[in-house]
């Protein structure tokens, strides 16, 4: 696996919360209002138009896997507690790394979206972040999806050092505004583009540290992956 260390964190404007999340499985649909007024396992899925980049992603300081100079780029706007989210990392990133990651055509970018009523996904993606300051921030995020139904009783800090974090500069860097910062512009990014489930991808030929691409909701499987990887392969080497 090739990794690229990641650029230290810099600071960002405040920004506001993602109003409405969903999050898209690939059985099924978990919704927001659904999950308000019932504990059902056939919550409604939200009818929405198709999702259109407004303005191109600003990936420069958030975690990078692969190599930077791949000529395919993929966005993750990720929630460490969103069952979706850990599927798809259990099921299709591994998939997509040895396929494309490990191979140096894809570089994936994670992008932080902590859903409202997830009570322990804001201070998983704050530990996420700060384990950068140790270059190991994939480790903390294998991690935290490994043991994320522990991180209710045990929380996401535990977990992390657990792993093999250092706790002391995990703790000093939690105290840091910079890493909620840095969040809270990934979550105006969302709300910016009408994003509003996790895991949401934008998938498209790389260009440098902005992104465009083809969004995709859910965690759809792999074969679906596969063919817009493919197509923003063919698309990066028609440009050239």
């Given at each position: 696996?090739?990794?690229?260390?990641?650029?230290?964190?810099?600071?960002?404007?405040?920004?506001?919360?993602?109003?409405?999340?969903?999050?898209?499985?690939?059985?099924?649909?978990?919704?927001?209002?659904?999950?308000?007024?019932?504990?059902?396992?056939?919550?409604?899925?939200?009818?929405?138009?198709?999702?259109?980049?407004?303005?191109?992603?600003?990936?420069?300081?958030?975690?990078?896997?692969?190599?930077?100079?791949?000529?395919?780029?993929?966005?993750?706007?990720?929630d460490f507690e969103c069952p979706y989210c850990q599927r798809f990392h259990n099921e299709v990133l591994p998939q997509i790394q040895s396929e494309y990651i490990d191979k140096g055509l894809v570089r994936f970018v994670h992008k932080d979206l902590p859903l409202p009523y997830h009570n322990n996904a804001k201070e998983a993606a704050h530990v996420a972040r700060c384990s950068m300051d140790q270059?190991?921030?994939?480790?903390?995020?294998?991690?935290?999806?490994?043991?994320?139904?522990?991180?209710?009783?045990?929380?996401?800090?535990?977990?992390?050092?657990?792993?093999?974090?250092?706790?002391?500069?995990?703790?000093?860097?939690?105290?840091?505004?910079?890493?909620?910062?840095?969040?809270?512009?990934?979550?105006?990014?969302?709300?910016?583009?009408?994003?509003?489930?996790?895991?949401?991808?934008?998938?498209?030929?790389?260009?440098?540290?902005?992104?465009?691409?083809?969004?995709?909701?859910?965690?759809?499987?792999?074969?679906?992956?596969?063919?817009?990887?493919?197509?923003?392969?063919?698309?990066?080497?028609?440009?050239?």
């Open positions: 696996m090739i990794q690229i260390k990641p650029i230290s964190l810099k600071s960002f404007a405040k920004a506001g919360l993602v109003i409405c999340c969903v999050g898209v499985g690939i059985g099924g649909t978990l919704a927001y209002q659904g999950w308000q007024s019932t504990t059902s396992t056939k919550a409604k899925s939200i009818p929405r138009e198709p999702l259109h980049l407004k303005t191109a992603l600003l990936i420069q300081g958030d975690p990078i896997l692969g190599r930077k100079d791949a000529p395919v780029t993929i966005v993750e706007f990720s270059n190991d921030y994939w480790l903390a995020y294998k991690a935290l999806f490994a043991a994320q139904n522990c991180l209710d009783c045990q929380g996401a800090l535990t977990i992390a050092t657990a792993a093999g974090l250092n706790e002391t500069k995990l703790r000093k860097c939690l105290k840091s505004k910079q890493v909620a910062s840095i969040i809270n512009s990934n979550r105006s990014e969302a709300e910016l583009h009408g994003i509003r489930a996790t895991p949401t991808f934008v998938i498209g030929p790389s260009q440098g540290s902005k992104h465009h691409g083809e969004i995709l909701e859910g965690a759809q499987p792999w074969p679906e992956f596969q063919r817009l990887i493919k197509k923003a392969i063919a698309n990066n080497k028609s440009n050239k």
